[in-house]
């Protein structure tokens, strides 16, 4: 007779979510399941993690987008660069034509939402850019200028992307920022290199 396995007993669960009890089932298509085995691998994760964490995702897209106005403006802008790939027939990270269009677009949609107001440098800008000027005179120039201040944030967030590796599967329920995992995906999907790799 085949003994029973008493409750708690078997392998503990691993990686970033542990300590699961509740079950699902579900039936999906071959290449639907080829993809996530694909992923899981390259992800150093087990399927059901892979699942759980794609699961999970879903539900945190506004979230991840940051605050309402920014996702608002998110979802604005990857309607927009679909609509012109499609109107030229390719990717813009593949063709300059098509990534002018794309700026194009975008600077018309910030033009067209942006407040009627003056311009007038932010009180947090203002203090950054006096703070700066104290460690060395003119500094704090560019955190007086709007466009300053974007290349501030651009050049930030680039080197991020290139910088930032994918942290091991998590451990004795120690999680990283979703950043750590967010930028090196994002930066596969662009088709970039990370510093560490172009040095290999």
């Known amino acids: ?22 079950t ?17 691998k390259r992800n150093d994760r087990s399927l059901s993690q892979e699942v759980e964490k794609r699961l999970r995702e879903s539900f945190e897209v506004q979230g ?32 300059r034509f098509t990534s002018e269009a794309f700026r194009s677009a975008i600077n018309i949609l910030l033009d067209r939402l942006a407040p009627e107001t003056e311009i007038k440098v932010p009180e947090r800008c203002a203090q950054t850019a006096m703070d700066s000027d104290r460690h060395s005179p003119g500094l704090g120039e560019q955190f007086r200028r709007p466009d300053g201040v974007g290349a501030a944030a651009a050049f930030g967030l ?16 120690v999680r990283s920022a979703k950043q750590f995992y967010a930028l090196p ?15 290999r």
């Not at 990686?15 to 509740?22: D, I, L, M, R, V």
């Not at 987008?65 to 990270?93: D, F, K």
């Not at 680039?158 to 004795?172: C, G, H, I, K, V």
């Open 24 to 40: 699902f089932t579900t039936r999906i298509q071959p290449e639907l399941r080829a993809a996530l085995d694909k992923s899981a």
């Open 64 to 95: 991840k987008m940051g605050p309402t106005h920014i996702g608002a403006l998110a979802w604005l802008v990857s309607q927009v660069g679909q609509g012109v790939e499609l109107m030229t027939g390719v990717r813009w990270r593949e063709d």
């Open 1 to 22: 007779m085949k003994r029973k396995r008493s409750p708690g007993a078997g392998r503990k669960p691993q990686g970033e979510y542990a300590g699961k009890s509740a």
């Open 158 to 173: 680039l080197s991020q992307l290139e910088l930032m590796e994918t942290p091991p599967p998590a451990r004795a329920g």
């Open 185 to 199: 995906r994002v930066r596969q999907d662009l088709g970039l290199k990370s510093k560490k790799e172009k040095a």
